[in-house]
Nanobody, 123 residues
Framework: VQLVESGGDSVQAGGSLRLSCAASGYTYSTGFMGWFRQAPGKEREGVGG????????FYADSVKGRFTISQDNTKNTVYLQMNSLKPEDTAMYYCAATPYVGRLWYNEYDYDYWGQGTQVTVS
């Protein structure tokens, strides 16, 4: 299993970015995919998650209304659309996956697979 994020960049405040997470070798249709971020000197925090089997999504309060998670199962890819970006959104963004149900989307320890991260810088 390999998760590969892309789409990180440097943007001005108020701008938008779309991150992608391509999952290769990941054939599970259960559980969920999550996006996390970690800013320098801070703990990694959950940004949002989406069920693999449907379209139910979850978001941290700090990004609700600005970020949208979606997935294209034909491409085995999950997206994070980020609008109205703020300097405090600056962080390394990671996608993660777990095939198990009953876990908490915002708990990093509930995930089994992780990508290497993509940097988002908002100035």
């Amino acid at each position: 299993v390999q998760l590969v994020e892309s789409g990180g960049d440097s943007v001005q405040a108020g701008g938008s970015l779309r991150l992608s997470c391509a999952a290769s070798g990941y054939t599970y249709s259960t559980g969920f995919m999550g996006w996390f971020r970690q800013a320098p000197g801070k703990e990694r925090e959950g940004v949002g998650g989406i069920y693999r089997s449907g379209s139910s999504t979850f978001y941290a309060d700090s990004v609700k209304g600005r970020f949208t998670i979606s997935q294209d199962n034909t491409k085995n890819t999950v997206y994070l659309q980020m609008n109205s970006l703020k300097p405090e959104d600056t962080a390394m963004y990671y996608c993660a996956a777990t095939p198990y149900v009953g876990r908490l989307w915002y708990n990093e320890y509930d995930y089994d697979y992780w990508g290497q991260g993509t940097q988002v810088t908002v100035s």
